[in-house]
């Protein structure tokens, strides 16, 4: 690119050609995550020659409301009615294609890009196809939008140079699904843990009445995996989940005197810290908990059983709310308790109110 010499406001400067590209599919679901990839392209201009935008005029960018100019998209700020620009990706699938496209060829070597990302909430569902556009101030006043707007630096409209590119997104709702297609995984032992707590599970399996299964000892760590089904029944990639509270206890017999209960953790997908309740709400005794040393595919759930730990009154006895994120960003929500006949297993149910 031909550059000039640094310069300060100077009253010659100006932009010579305009264009807006959509890079990725130009509709997104309205979850607030899901983005749309687009593209200013500018050339500016100082005495016939092409310059590059100063660093202020590119902090200066803005995505703007096409038939309302004066709203602008502060980066990585919500604003009323529901939209964010942002210069980062989330992460999330575009909608229509699993990774990001590659951009397009700049249409000329002299014009600078700049990409900005869009993403939309519930709130933009009020109006479904929506019009952007660009705005470029320049140091010396002089203010270029892509609506067909451009105005000298003392605000009069600039007679000459008008760009009318608008710029549309379509938005839409995002899918629903219901808890009921959720499903468990059969449990399965966790690896063996080294040292001490290896140990100490062989300690405490002496206590029960072993016939080949941790279980029927009364002590055992095992893990799940949740899986999500579309309409079609084909599985939705789940990206994140959360559960609230994080875990949950329940007893035997729930009797002053039993010691014997099976407690809850989770695990996020491709993560290997297992998320606890705290110690007050979801007591676990002595024994060491277990650890999972290599990232987890799936977001799973994790169910230990203990024959050490008091009857606690005050325990979070469940259920808990499962909460993924998919791929595209949506959220989808089910319950999740102790079943009432077996406190070695898990199982769904409606996701709860907040």
């Not at 010659?12 to 593209?39: C, E, F, H, K």
């Not at 310059?51 to 995505?63: A, F, H, I």
């Amino acid at each position: 690119m031909n550059n000039t010499d640094a310069y300060e406001s100077d009253p010659a400067w100006y932009i010579s050609a305009m264009n807006v590209r959509v890079d990725s599919p130009d509709t997104l679901y309205a979850n607030g995550r899901q983005q749309v990839l687009v593209t200013l392209l500018v050339t500016a201009m100082v005495d016939r020659k092409v310059v590059d935008l100063t660093p202020n005029e590119v902090s200066n960018l803005r995505v703007v409301d096409y038939d309302n100019p004066t709203v602008e998209y502060a980066l990585d700020t919500p604003a009323a009615d529901g939209w964010t620009a942002s210069l980062d990706y989330y992460g999330y699938d575009y909608l229509g294609t699993r990774h990001p496209p590659t951009p397009a060829q700049l249409p000329a070597p002299q014009q600078q890009s700049f990409s900005f990302y869009l993403s939309g909430d519930n709130r933009a569902m009020a109006r479904p196809i929506r019009t952007f556009a660009f705005k470029v101030k320049g140091d010396n006043g002089r203010v270029f939008y892509t609506n067909g707007n451009s105005y000298l630096s003392d605000g009069t409209p600039d007679p000459i140079f008008k760009y009318d590119i608008p710029l549309r997104i379509n938005v839409t709702r995002p899918p629903v699904y219901d808890w009921q297609q959720f499903t468990l995984s059969e449990f399965s032992d966790l690896p063996p843990t080294p040292g001490r707590i290896k140990r100490a599970l062989t300690t405490m399996r002496a206590l029960g009445n072993r016939t080949g299964h941790a279980i029927t000892a009364g002590v055992f760590n095992t893990r799940c995996t949740l899986t999500l089904r579309d309409n079609a029944g084909k599985a939705v990639p789940i990206r994140d989940a959360v559960v609230v509270p994080p875990g949950m206890i329940t007893w035997t017999m729930n009797h002053p005197d039993d010691t014997v209960p099976s407690f809850t953790g989770y695990v996020k997908p491709g993560g290997t810290t297992i998320h606890w309740h705290s110690l007050d709400k979801v007591p676990v005794g002595s024994l060491p908990l277990p650890v999972i040393t290599s990232p987890v595919p799936a977001a799973s759930l994790v169910l230990c059983g203990r024959v050490n730990v008091p009857f606690t009154p005050a325990a979070f006895r469940g259920p808990c709310t499962v909460t993924v994120i998919d791929a595209a960003g949506n959220e989808h929500s089910a319950g999740v308790m102790f079943d009432p006949e077996d406190r070695s297993r898990l199982v769904l149910t409606g996701a709860l109110d907040a």
